[in-house]
């Protein structure tokens, strides 16, 4: 075997005049033991056939540092991170400060990776992270929002659910449930299948439209968890199919009162009628901004919406914490059809009242 065989390969390079894609990141989450490191490891180590780049916390003992091909070191303010660029065609590496910068720092090794997975410590909240990458017009040109994958352990994942913090508010891992677009239920073999009903319809309760995948040691295909386009236009053509199914699925649960995490809740809400912007916005702006600073215990975390606004046009709206967003929606007439002339409204949110939200957004609905 030549030492050519152990390099680190390049993508093609991309044809002068060709438009450059812009580069999917996921943000990875889940409390502390949940698996998070291990699915990182699997990424890193196993002939998987793409090419990511993973912002790690750390490498700690035992990651893929003897799988490395090269390490680069950069100094640069506050920040300092190494880099490995491994022989399954991945890079990662392992900062002191996550955030926008890093992923700046990233971006000038651009066509050496075609994707990115950022890892969060065990006890961050992804949300502020999510508002950056959505909305940050600096980096809009380079990467896209692809979605939330939040890894629970099964066996104390409830408990982490039901704990609340000093202040009585709701726990950083009902935080993490609440902004998923994936949740890897991990160590599924540790518990029997009645904990697990348990606790997957804990997590129904906080976020009623996110896809659950069980697993044991963090395996997962990596098909399931990246390219989710959680935060692109075309989640028009699915959200129809996620409000009706989660509609029947909550009308079909019963959790028992002493699993019911009760802050953290999720609420779908179809309205048949036209709307415009600025009705939604009078809705929703008192609810984020004005509600949120008189009342501390309300939170509206994630915000999905597929609004209709006449003529056979349709927008989605999208919100985190206190960023929301319009986007108009270019449909088939297949997906038109199936929208049906509604708005439909999905919401995460802390101490939300089902019977408010329903009035102040069925108010902005024209019939």
């Not at 002068?16 to 033991?33: A, C, F, M, N, S």
Request: net charge negative; hydrophobic share 40%; aromatic share 6%.
């Amino acid at each position: 075997m030549s030492e050519s065989d152990d390099e680190v390969p390049d993508l093609v390079e991309v044809a002068r005049g060709t438009e450059e894609k812009r580069v999917p990141i996921t943000i990875l989450t889940g409390y502390l033991g949940a698996g998070k490191t291990t699915l990182l490891k699997y990424i890193l180590t196993e002939n998987h056939g793409k090419k990511i780049a993973v912002i790690m916390n750390e490498f700690g003992d035992g990651s893929a540092l003897e799988d490395r091909s090269i390490s680069v070191s950069d100094r640069g303010g506050d920040m300092y991170m190494d880099w490995l660029e491994l022989r399954n065609g991945c890079m990662c590496c392992t900062l002191k400060s996550v955030g926008v910068q890093a992923i700046e720092s990233l971006m000038q090794r651009k066509g050496r990776f075609d994707y990115i997975l950022l890892e969060t410590t065990g006890l961050a909240d992804p949300g502020p992270l999510v508002s950056s990458f959505w909305l940050d017009p600096g980096l809009m040109s380079d990467i896209d929002l692809d979605g939330v994958v939040t890894v629970v352990d099964a066996k104390y994942g409830l408990q982490q659910l039901l704990t609340v913090d000093a202040d009585g508010s709701p726990s950083e891992a009902c935080r993490q449930i609440a902004l998923a677009d994936v949740i890897i239920v991990n160590k599924v073999d540790l518990v029997s299948v009645e904990e697990l009903e348990a606790l997957e319809m804990a997590m129904r309760e906080i976020n009623n439209f996110s896809k659950i995948i069980r697993t044991q040691n963090s395996r997962v295909d990596l098909d399931t968890v990246l390219n989710l386009n959680s935060y692109a236009v075309d989640l028009a053509q699915r959200l129809p199919n996620i409000v009706e199914q989660r509609m029947q699925t909550l009308k079909n649960s019963s959790l028992p009162a002493e699993h019911q995490t009760k802050r953290i809740a999720s609420f779908t809400f179809e309205f048949p009628g036209t709307t415009t912007r600025e009705a939604v916005e009078k809705a929703l702006i008192p609810l984020i901004w004005e509600d949120e600073k008189d009342n501390k215990d309300l939170h509206v975390l994630r915000m999905k919406a597929v609004l209709c606004m006449g003529n056979g046009t349709y927008e989605l709206m999208q919100s985190v914490n206190e960023i929301f967003d319009f986007a108009p929606l270019h449909l088939s007439p297949k997906d038109l059809e199936g929208l049906n002339g509604h708005c439909r409204f999905i919401i995460i949110g802390k101490n939300l009242d089902a019977e408010d939200l329903k009035r102040r957004f069925s108010s902005a609905i024209a019939c």
